[in-house]
């Protein structure tokens, strides 16, 4: 959040400041509690969302702190009010994309790997060693998610690596250096929308850049909208989605403040009423 204030405060000198804040405030809807997904039990998310408003709330302070103070914004910005602050960290929520990037470590391991035998790679892998040795002796945790070990591997499932290194037969498995995770802000990506049978999948390479990619199913016009899914950004993630049923899709899609009415959607939906009709008849 500081970072887009930062950002806007420098388009400022090259603009008014209404023009520089014009992006953000188009994309400042919804207030940080009702843009992530609360506990289902009623007394639950209402401790979630205190909990969510204390921490906005200190979040704020230091952001004001860091800026020395409000009157470092224009006066017509509201990004250091406590509403206009929430709906900030609501549009970060609304509009952020999680991001797994394998390990720069695991990758220069897979890469000693696939060397042919050589001095090299016997030193390659005697440097190696006694770290794999202690991070094998001292790893207890189990996958944190069943898809920790494709991630880390970079590939289909996880791989079990044996090297004949000086201590001996060093096995060892490339979960033991999970991805790294976080949640990333890409712009042009922001501005599309969702659809349940959407055109378009999203990947991430290893140096961070973002690709957007055709679906293999759908055929993409000259001036047809390009659309990915909010629920799963992968290729061929249709299927899925058709499992998982309008309602159960509706619900996780609520936070982003709006009804699909995409095909899928709007095919199912007829679909139920029918049934409902029919039954009613019989």
């Not at 001095?119 to 794999?132: D, G, H, M, N, Q």
């Not at 802000?185 to 959407?198: D, E, G, Q, W």
Request: one cysteine or more; aromatic letters at 8%.
């Amino acid at each position: 959040a500081l970072k887009l204030i930062c950002w806007c405060l420098a388009e400022s000198e090259r603009s008014s400041s209404s023009a520089a804040a014009a992006p953000l405030e188009a994309l400042c809807s919804r207030l940080y509690w009702d843009a992530v997904d609360a506990p289902a039990s009623p007394m639950k998310a209402c401790a979630f969302r205190d909990k969510l408003k204390r921490e906005t709330e200190r979040s704020r302070t230091l952001a004001i702190h860091a800026l020395g103070g409000k009157q470092s914004l224009p006066s017509d910005w509201n990004f250091l009010d406590a509403d206009g602050y929430a709906r900030l960290l609501g549009a970060l929520c609304c509009n952020s994309t999680a991001v797994v990037y394998v390990s720069p470590v695991l990758q220069h391991i897979l890469q000693v790997d696939s060397m042919k035998d050589c001095p090299a790679k016997a030193v390659a892998i005697s440097s190696l060693e006694p770290w794999l040795r202690a991070l094998k002796a001292s790893s207890t945790r189990p996958v944190d998610d069943p898809s920790d070990a494709e991630d880390a591997a970079g590939e289909d499932e996880e791989r079990i690596l044996t090297w004949d290194a000086p201590g001996g037969l060093l096995e060892f498995s490339t979960s033991l250096i999970p991805p790294f995770r976080g949640y990333g802000i890409f712009p042009c990506m922001a501005l599309m929308n969702h659809s349940c049978m959407p055109s378009c999948a999203i990947e991430f390479s290893f140096s961070g850049n973002l690709f957007v990619l055709q679906q293999s199913a759908r055929s993409i016009l000259k001036g047809s909208e390009l659309t990915i899914s909010y629920l799963d950004s992968s290729l061929d993630a249709d299927a899925d989605h058709e499992t998982m049923g309008r309602k159960r899709r509706q619900k996780q899609l609520a936070t982003y403040g709006f009804v699909c009415q995409c095909p899928m959607c709007t095919q199912q939906k007829a679909s139920r009423a029918v049934k409902r009709r029919r039954v009613m008849q019989s």
